[in-house]
């Protein structure tokens, strides 16, 4: 059972690893698809050993923001707390490639975090995590300009040439297209970036 990439693992008390190897139900699931909608109650959580998850909210109006991106190893707070509150999903999760995992229901999740103070501390820190991330989230919608936004989401790719269309940058940023292109082309002009078909390429 490949699970040595969540750091609580090997710390888990004897039993309670018994009982989360005997309880885990193996998973995968192909690229593009959505493993839960803003609004539904989510009946068990994600443990993540392969591929891309991003979550995100959507207003009435249908734009779309990126909350983060979950990698494997990491657990979705999104995710843990519709589960275990059974209480609505604050965003949706898609899968941007294909996935593997396991999934943990809802008994099975409470039962480990009452014996297992190893995996209790490992849901408080999540959050903590989570939460700072997403008030540098807030921070960057309220105090960054725009085109310092895109410059930095573009540099965190750590790549010279992006390929990604204007309308992914949109919605991983909570902007519009429009917007976004419009300011892709003002740094194209200023010097700062290459536009071509779905792909950018940083000067």
Known sequence: MNLESFSFYNKLEPQAKDFLQMSLKPIS???????????????????????????????????????????????????????????????????????????????????????????????????TLRMANLVQLINDIKFKNLDQRIIDFLQNKNAKEIHITHETIANELGSTREAISRVLKSLENDGIVTLRRASITLM
């Open 29 to 127: 699931v192909p690229k593009d698809s959505i493993l839960f909608f803003q609004g539904d109650i989510c009946d068990g959580i994600l443990f993540l050993t392969s591929g891309e998850v991003r979550l995100y909210i959507q207003s009435d109006d249908a734009d779309e923001i990126t909350l983060y991106h979950l990698n494997p190893g990491e657990q979705c707070i999104v995710n843990t707390a519709s589960t275990l509150s059974q209480t609505q999903a604050i965003g949706s999760a898609v899968t941007l490639s294909d996935i593997e995992g396991y999934i943990l229901d809802m008994h099975s999740v409470k039962k480990l975090a009452h014996n297992s103070d190893t995996y209790q501390s490992y849901l408080f820190s999540i959050y």
